[in-house]
């Protein structure tokens, strides 16, 4: 069992920045891919970026190419993403994600979610 807890989200203008924290506690983090989705009201959840375990490969969303960059620190169990030059249509809250495999985590094949964080970005 893995646990995933999110913090970092909050109430931001357009322009600015934020950074999300997952931090993972219960079998051995570096096993996993990790990443992040997000659920804007009324929509789907959709795929932000997923990281695999050593950090060498990386994928994004095209919605937040070049905006946001997700990291991890193994040795503190935690994954980051870092946000800039948010727009209001970043608005959703952050789903924190674990996989074994990460072939289809874009797809949301994921074994554990974290709680979610809000984040509102107003224009």
């Known amino acids: 069992q893995v646990q995933l807890v999110e913090s970092g989200g909050g109430l931001v203008q357009a322009g600015d920045s934020l950074r999300l924290s997952c931090a993972a506690s219960?079998?051995?983090?570096?096993?996993?891919?990790m990443g992040w989705f997000r659920q804007a009201p009324g929509k789907e959840r959709e795929f932000v970026a997923q990281?695999?375990?050593?950090?060498?490969?990386?994928n994004y969303a095209d919605s937040v190419k070049g905006r946001f960059t997700i990291s991890r620190d193994n040795a503190k169990n935690t994954v980051y993403l870092q946000m800039n030059s948010l727009k209001p249509e970043d608005t959703a809250v952050y789903y924190c994600?674990?996989?074994?495999?990460?072939?289809?985590?874009?797809?949301?094949?994921?074994?554990?979610w974290g709680q979610g964080t809000q984040v509102t970005v107003s224009s």
């Open positions: 990281i695999s375990w050593s950090g060498a490969t990386i």
């Open positions: 219960g079998r051995t983090f570096t096993n996993y891919y």
């Open positions: 994600a674990a996989a074994r495999n990460g072939g289809n985590f874009y797809r949301g094949e994921v074994n554990y």
